[in-house]
């Protein structure tokens, strides 16, 4: 495993976790597309059953450089709303276990392998190469920076997924993935003479967001928000009636439609990704549908809604704290959501695209909302880069060195393995 703080002299190799236990999936098929054998392996008690026959676990070894190996079932999205199984082709090799009773698949892989598929996982490889390589220069960084290891407990640098780095094989490799990851083979940003904790999310909405209003951490001086755009001055979006005007026009921003129309977004966004309209959005819920989220996902059973109040806003205009109004068995109750992820995933009956939003309600005072629109904009925490401006940007010329000191202030890109 990767350790934290600690800068690589060379490429090292990753355990990236494929299907996890909590994803209680109980059977795989995986091909060695190298010597065409076929392993159907299950999940029985504490054991595997491969090919029928018991065994602890198996460990497929990458024997060659162009050894791949098929699994047919591998999840993707795991908890939003683009949730699905995938089938994936990866290269490395695979570690195949039984804990608690389900499948844990690990794939072992040199890092530089692993970022080629990243960068075309997140958005599609028919992106421009500026955008590629600055994707991948943040992924490497992100990822050996270490600093969530969200997986800790399993021995995972990181999952396959949104949770840590989209990562869904070599399927979609493109040569313009393999050439960003050669073009910046061992390349890092740096802020401080330490690998910055890059983090980056689908479209900022127009504003980037400080890291501190997200997680509980302290601030970064490289994770501020910042207008993804050319503008200097802003107006001050966590006033909630200046962020409602500034919502009702794209200010140019690199993740608008004026750099990255509806269309052409389609065809560099990854395989995974519907279509969607991510910079401004919009959904109307009536009582009864609000009444079912908040019960269903925080277990309070209101009788009705009154009113839901933003009470603080991030520096995009992201609402950080938020106050549900109503009654409870005919008596007032209240219930503060605190969180931008908590209020994401209270406000859509999968997971909301952010929480950078206004609340049109058509009641008057007291009465149970008839109602509600959320308008809002951007995809994503919006921490650090935004995936889609920097399409923006790289589509207007700008070089990765441009996107990445852009979202990231004061950093700087330095090679630090062959
Ligand atoms: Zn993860
Ligand atoms: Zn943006």
Known sequence: MLVRGKKPKKEPLISVGLILPMDKQNSITIYNDLDQKKYFIESENDHLLVNGKKTENINLIGSSKDQIFTLDRVPAGRGFHWEKNIS????????????????????????????????????????????????????????VAAVEQKHLDLGLDACNDDCCQRYQGIGNLSEQARSAANNTRGKFLIFDNMICDTRYSKSCGGVSEN??????????????????????????????TKFAEWLKNSHGCYCSNNYVNEEELKQYLGSVDEKGNYFRWEFTYSQNQILKMINEKIGQPFDHVLSIDPIERGFSGRIIKLKISGEANNKPQEIFLESEYEIRRVFHPEFLYSSAFIINANSSINSPLDKITLKGAGWGHGVGLCQI???GMALSGKSSKDILTHYFLSTTIKKLYD
């Open 389 to 391: 401006g920097s399409l």
């Open 88 to 143: 994936i082709q990866v290269a490395g090799s695979l570690d195949i276990s039984n804990k608690n009773g389900y499948l844990f698949v690990i794939n072992q892989i040199n890092l530089e392998s692993y970022l080629m598929c990243v960068a075309t996982s997140e958005m599609s490889g028919n992106c421009p190469p500026a955008l590629l390589e600055a994707q991948t220069i943040a992924a490497r960084s992100w990822l």
């Open 211 to 240: 890291n501190e209003n997200v997680w509980d951490m302290e601030p970064k001086p490289y994770l501020r928000g910042v207008f993804d755009g050319c503008q200097k001055e802003l107006p001050d979006l966590s006033n909630t």
